[in-house]
């Protein structure tokens, strides 16, 4: 089966250094040159979708834009690109949730995906009105999915559970599809409701080994549930056409990070209560050395952000031969970032994507029904590629 690239809209702003934000971390540790405007996120969802990107994650917390609202602006502005909107179920109800889920795939002509985060920060959880602890977060998410899971399939629904309750609730429309369901988490409760409730399990990029250990636990609780999941994993890409230059950039994004600024990162990532957070503070201890935790994963990105910290790291050759080594695991969808994040998206797209088709691990999802741009709606149209600018 090919696989699917997924990119990343950053609706907390974009820059050439690593704008940080995410896990209650403080958000203004590196610039935002460029402002989440939609102009501007529209433009790098036009990029993802020509170059073969099947979808788009925008991420969900106070540090950000909101994801429902901006990826339904940006919709207007592409023709097949789909959107993994991350949100969180303890905001919302559930029907209203599923109600907005069948609204959109409708109005945006079935290109919603749903990323589904329950919230490891307590503290952030409160601001928002949110006073459960985490594992009863979890537990809630699971209630909170069954109802949703049943509302798609057209059921009216009555639930009395621990967290939620509804009663006689149902839609007048269900979605067409149903909108695949993308779920992560690292802590025991989180793969138990993972295993009832994904279609695709998410993972953080940590090295294939810890990689093939998460796979291997996730496929068994699903196994008890006769379930079968997909798998995908969340990461950053700094490629060039040799490795030097792929070197080069990762230490100038390096060079960028104040030591107060990684201080105060990893003072606020230290009280996190999320297990995925944990491990990847674990990848790089807060130092600035041995950063290459595998052959071409790099964990600098995780010294000055919350969330997904490492990065692919290396020429185009080496960046495809890594994507294969995480797929023979069992890895099929990849969701992918760089600093900034329009230009990243056409040196991953115009120099791996295509040495990946040459294997047969990807084909172009909208080659059959892509309409080529003008010069004009295409940057770089017309030059050798953005490293030429």
Not at 97 to 118: D, E, I, K, P, W
Not at 156 to 176: K, N, Q, S
Not at 346 to 374: C, I, K, M, N
């Amino acid at each position: 089966m090919p696989l699917t690239f997924h990119w990343f809209l950053p609706t907390n702003g974009d820059s050439r250094h690593v704008v940080g934000g995410g896990h209650g971390t403080p958000a203004g540790s590196a610039g935002r040159d460029r402002p989440p405007t939609v102009a501007y996120l529209s433009q790098i969802a036009r990029a993802a979708e020509d170059l073969g990107f099947l979808g788009a994650l925008t991420p969900t917390g106070a540090w950000c834009e909101d994801a429902w609202l901006t990826t339904a602006m940006v919709s207007r502005h592409t023709e097949r690109l789909k959107f993994l909107v991350a949100f969180r179920p303890g905001f919302v109800s559930p029907t209203l949730a599923a109600q907005m889920a069948s609204t959109f795939q409708r109005q945006s002509g079935g290109r919603l995906l749903l990323n589904v985060v329950t919230g490891g920060e307590s503290h952030e959880q409160r601001a928002y009105g949110d006073f459960l602890d985490k594992d009863d977060r979890y537990r809630r998410t699971g209630e909170f999915l069954e109802i949703v899971r049943e509302l798609w399939q057209g059921k009216t629904v009555d639930l009395a559970g621990e967290h939620l309750r509804v009663e006689g609730a149902a839609l007048a429309r269900v979605p067409d599809p149903v909108p695949a369901v993308y779920f992560g988490g690292s802590s025991p409760v989180a793969g138990e409701i993972a295993a009832r409730h994904a279609d695709v399990y998410l993972t953080w990029g940590e090295p294939p080994a810890a990689v093939a250990e998460k796979i291997a636990w996730i496929r068994g609780l699903a196994a008890r549930q006769g379930r079968t999941l997909r798998f995908g994993i969340r990461l950053h890409v700094i490629t060039r056409d040799t490795s030097e230059q792929a070197w080069a950039e990762a230490g100038r994004l390096l060079d960028g990070f104040a030591p107060e600024a990684v201080e105060a990162v990893q003072a606020g990532l230290a009280r996190s209560e999320s297990e995925g957070q944990r491990r990847m503070l674990a990848l790089h201890g807060g130092s600035r050395d041995d950063l290459e935790i595998h052959p071409n994963l790099w964990a600098g990105i995780g010294l000055v952000r919350g969330g997904a910290g490492t990065a692919l790291v290396g020429s185009h050759a080496e960046v495809a031969e890594r994507i294969a080594e995480y797929h023979r695991l069992g890895i099929e969808e990849f969701v992918l970032s760089g600093y900034p994040h329009l230009e990243e998206a056409y040196w991953f797209g115009e120099g791996v994507l295509p040495r990946l088709g040459e294997q047969g691990l990807w084909t172009h999802p909208f080659r059959d029904t892509a309409q080529p741009r003008s010069a004009a709606q295409v940057p770089f149209a017309g030059a050798a590629g953005p490293h030429r600018n």
